[in-house]
C-alpha cells in the first residue's frame, strides 16, 4: 500500500556509482522497491537521527 504524500518535490541527486550498486543490491533483496524510496528512507532517518544537532538557532 502507498502513503498519502504531500508536498513532494523532486530532486535529482548524483551518486557514485559504488553506492548506486549497493542501493540496487538492497532493492534485489526486496528491503526497498526502488532507489528512490531507500534514498528517501535513508534522508529522512539521517534528519530525524540529526535534529538537535541541525536545529537553527
Do not use: W
Not at 548524483?14 to 528517501?40: H, M, Q, T, W, Y
Request: proline share 2%.
Amino acid at each position: 500500500m502507498r502513503r498519502q504524500q504531500t508536498d513532494i518535490e523532486i530532486i535529482n541527486v548524483r551518486l557514485p556509482v559504488g553506492i548506486i550498486s549497493i542501493l540496487d543490491s538492497l532493492i534485489k533483496k526486496n528491503l526497498f522497491s526502488s532507489r528512490s524510496e531507500a534514498i528517501r528512507e535513508f534522508s529522512r532517518k539521517y534528519v530525524l537521527d540529526n535534529r538537535e544537532q541541525n536545529r537553527v538557532k
